[in-house]
């Protein structure tokens, strides 16, 4: 670029601006990461110090903890002694398998229940469904915590009928999710080259599979075909800590406004060429709303593995107890060994902070679709 | 009958209407069990003195709630028997610093010659002039519960809904690695409370806690050591800094969202008429996220009057002088602790009765907020 107007002095001026400029920009670039960089510091602190105290001795874990060294251990005193004492003490095993169960069941029927009422609420033309949807709108608003002390009277005095009743809809649910996997299977399974088995073992391969997706509402019939026989109360089960949260007012919600969204052309097409309105549910929709369901999962994943209210109150032993009500163990049995306390933390926080940061993408996404538009 | 039934139950809708309670009907049915009917059966319970150790249960009509709502301001008559030298069993006496203390609980009011308010106790006394009155109520600490729960939203309301929405400006810059930091801010909401209420249990130690080492380098020494949980006075706003720590990450994901949605255009219009940074933040940022910031506050609301994880972890008896005492702890204690649970039905039922009033005036003030524009 020539610039013949201009005299030596006024491009090095220029110039000298230019620098300036780049300087300011460099050192307010600086301070703004430098602000974040500590504000990251104090929203990540507490974590670091729990990972960081799990791995030291149990006596430095209190010594440690107004200096430095809270966070920069001395990497010769680093030991696995508290995480051992976990597994001595606790069934570590058996809590966390009890929260992985409860919480994958839950999610999983909850998708299921939820969608296909929002379908019918957001598609189908029925009497009562301005009501319905009224009722289930006002209902986000009563939380868990408010009805804690009913619902755990009601589930301790469940009678027959109403145990008869549940278990006749579990196993309608876990039909119909046969129904739609079979279905869906069978292009899957060519898909994937069972297209050159036999007839027979193409059957059977779809059974399988079938069976397997299914697991979690087949296991749900099971537990109340069990509940109903045995009778007595729900307290200290595992299907008392799924079967009240399955359906969920919010989830319904979020579903609906998403259903409400895609265009109706899909699904009259779809009728046009004869299909029913579970196939269209099944077919058109759940398809179209893989993003939905991915925001409700991963909220309701959030929401259940933290439970910890309703577990207190529903359970008893560590037959069904889930991880964080296992916590309070190493808060009130003697010894009380501040190390084991911190280890237990962090084997509970660890895995889901990893998976947290794996799906980080799909965290920040499910959330940001939860902030409904107006 | 018949044509009601041909209109409604025959034909495309009768089939829609079979199909519904078909599909919908698992979710319908397992939410009227679950949800509807434990409110119902809340109702019920709240005017018995039902016990959960399966006692014989008698209907006690209002009773319950005329406990829990039972509230009075009355001034109390003058000192029946000065005791200035040293303070008795039960009765007036000066304190050490010449404040007058009434030692209640070892007497009843009617002893002082208030007999009809013999089922009440002294909340808290204050003086107007030369009179001593007292605030009266049936179930002091469900007073003090409520009160303690209003003083937890209106202060994490506000404070989590500003400070999220100045993360998520910082965030919104157009920086490079700016999702790092998002994922750092974001990471105590995938982290389970209970878990982080047990670590600051330890981060809040007045003696060797990382909190108050820090506020003391921070500050040159001005600040603290504060007891924080073993204080009356800081017990509430320790709780009140994690949950904002912990939940603050959510709401500025949301704000994220809602500025990322705001043309950009709009800035750009807003340049050439010659606004600054400020300006374009009061007046285009602002009024284009409001459908967003209401929607957190109300959920936020929601969120915070539900407190009890933190508290039952942290202050499993309520904090010392019950000052982290909540409506849903103190019905939970009632309930499940101590077996009560017609009594803590009626609490769960005003609980609900708050939660539903605060709702329906935060959006009568958005409609006559939209009616205003």
Redesign the interface.
């Known amino acids: 670029m020539t610039t013949g107007t201009l005299s030596q002095q006024q491009r090095s001026e220029a110039e000298r601006r230019a620098t300036l400029a780049r300087i300011r920009k460099i050192a307010r670039?600086t301070l703004?990461?430098g602000?974040?960089l500590a504000?990251?510091f104090?929203?990540?602190?507490?974590?670091i110090?729990?990972i960081v105290?799990a791995f030291k001795p149990n006596d430095r874990?209190?010594?440690d903890?107004?200096s430095i060294r809270?966070f920069f251990p001395n990497p010769s005193i680093l030991t696995t002694a508290n995480i051992k004492d976990v597994f001595e003490r606790v069934p570590f095993g058996r809590l966390a398998f009890n929260s992985v169960f409860t919480t994958f069941v839950t999610v999983i029927a909850g998708l299921f229940?939820?969608s296909?009422?929002a379908?019918?609420?957001s598609r189908?033309?029925?009497?009562?469904?301005g009501l319905?949807l009224g009722?289930?709108v006002s209902?986000i608003?009563?939380?868990l915590?408010?009805?804690?002390?009913?619902?755990?009277?009601?589930v301790?005095e469940m009678n027959t009928a109403?145990n008869l009743?549940?278990t006749a809809?579990m196993a309608?649910?876990t039909g119909?999710l046969w129904a739609a996997l079979w279905n869906a299977s069978g292009t899957w399974v060519e898909d994937a080259g069972g297209g050159s088995l036999p007839a027979p073992a193409a059957w059977g391969l779809q059974a399988l599979f079938t069976a397997i997706v299914a697991l979690p509402l087949e296991i749900l019939t099971v537990m109340m075909i069990r509940q109903t026989i045995d009778g007595g109360t729900w307290l200290n089960t595992y299907h008392v800590q799924i079967?009240?949260?399955?359906?969920e007012?919010f989830s319904?919600f979020l579903f609906y406004q998403f259903f409400v969204g895609i265009p109706k052309d899909f699904d009259e097409a779809a009728y046009v060429d004869g299909a029913?309105?579970?196939r269209i549910?099944w077919q058109i929709m759940v398809p179209l709303s893989r993003p939905v369901f991915a925001t409700v999962a991963i909220l309701k994943f959030?929401q259940f593995?933290?439970a910890?209210?309703w577990p207190?109150?529903a359970t008893r032993s560590s037959d069904f107890r889930p991880l964080?009500v296992g916590?309070d163990f190493f808060?009130t049995q003697a010894p009380i060994r501040?190390g084991s306390?911190?280890g237990y933390?962090a084997m509970?926080?660890i895995p889901?902070?990893i998976i947290?940061?794996l799906f980080?993408k799909w965290?920040?996404q499910s959330?940001?679709?939860?902030?409904?538009?107006? | 009958m018949h044509t009601f039934y041909q209109q409604h139950f025959g034909g495309q809708r009768g089939r829609d209407f079979l199909i519904a309670m078909f599909m919908g009907g698992p979710a319908f049915l397992l939410l009227g069990l679950f949800m509807i009917w434990p409110v119902i059966r809340g109702i019920d319970l709240s005017r018995t003195n039902q016990r959960f150790d399966g006692a014989q249960a008698a209907n006690v009509g209002w009773s319950n709630y005329d406990k829990i709502l039972s509230v009075n301001v009355i001034r109390l008559p003058d000192i029946p028997d000065p005791l200035p030298e040293e303070a008795p069993a039960a009765g007036w006496y000066r304190s050490n610093d010449g404040e007058l203390i009434f030692r209640w609980r070892a007497r009843g009011l009617e002893e002082i010659g208030l007999g009809q308010y013999a089922d009440y106790e002294i909340a808290r006394q204050f003086s107007i002039r030369d009179n001593q009155y007292a605030v009266i109520a049936k179930d002091p600490l469900f007073w003090k519960a409520l009160l303690n729960n209003f003083y937890f939203v209106l202060i994490v309301v506000p404070v989590q809904t500003a400070l999220a929405l100045l993360l998520a400006l910082l965030i919104n810059q157009k920086l490079p690695y700016r999702n790092v930091f998002r994922t750092l801010y974001f990471s105590p909401v995938a982290t389970a409370m209970v878990i982080i209420a047990v670590v600051w249990l330890f981060l809040y130690n007045p003696q060797y806690g990382l909190i108050n080492q820090m506020l003391d380098t921070l500050s040159g020494g001005q600040l603290g050591p504060y007891k924080w949980l073993q204080s009356s006075k800081m017990a509430m706003p320790a709780i009140m800094i994690m949950s904002i720590w912990q939940g603050v990450g959510f709401q500025m994901i949301i704000f994220l969202a809602g500025l990322q949605d705001i043309p950009e255009d709009l800035y750009e219009a807003s340049g050439i008429d010659g606004a600054n940074a400020w300006q374009k933040f009061r007046f285009v940022t602002l009024p284009m996220l409001r459908n967003t910031t209401i929607f957190v506050v109300l959920t936020t609301t929601i969120l915070a009057f539900r407190l009890f994880d933190q508290v039952n972890v942290m202050t499993p008896d309520g904090g010392p002088n019950e000052s982290t005492a909540t409506m849903v702890w103190y019905a939970i204690r009632r309930g499940w602790g101590q077996s009560e649970v017609g009594y803590a039905s009626a609490v769960s039922i005003v609980f609900v009765g708050i939660v539903l009033i605060i709702s329906l005036i935060q959006r009568g003030v958005i409609r006559s907020g939209d009616a205003a524009e």
């Open positions: 670039r703004v990461y602000f974040m504000l990251g104090l929203f990540l602190f507490p974590i110090f729990m105290a874990v209190i010594a903890l107004s809270a229940v939820n296909m009422a379908y019918v609420l189908l033309r029925w009497i009562g469904r319905v009722i289930i209902l608003i009563i939380p915590e408010a009805i804690a002390v009913p619902l755990m009277m009601e301790n109403l009743i549940i809809l309608i649910l119909l079967l009240p949260f399955i359906a007012p319904i029913g309105p579970f549910y959030l593995w933290a910890y209210l207190l109150m964080m916590m808060q501040w306390i911190m933390a509970v926080t889901v902070l947290f940061l980080q965290f920040v959330v940001s679709s939860s902030g409904v538009k107006g």
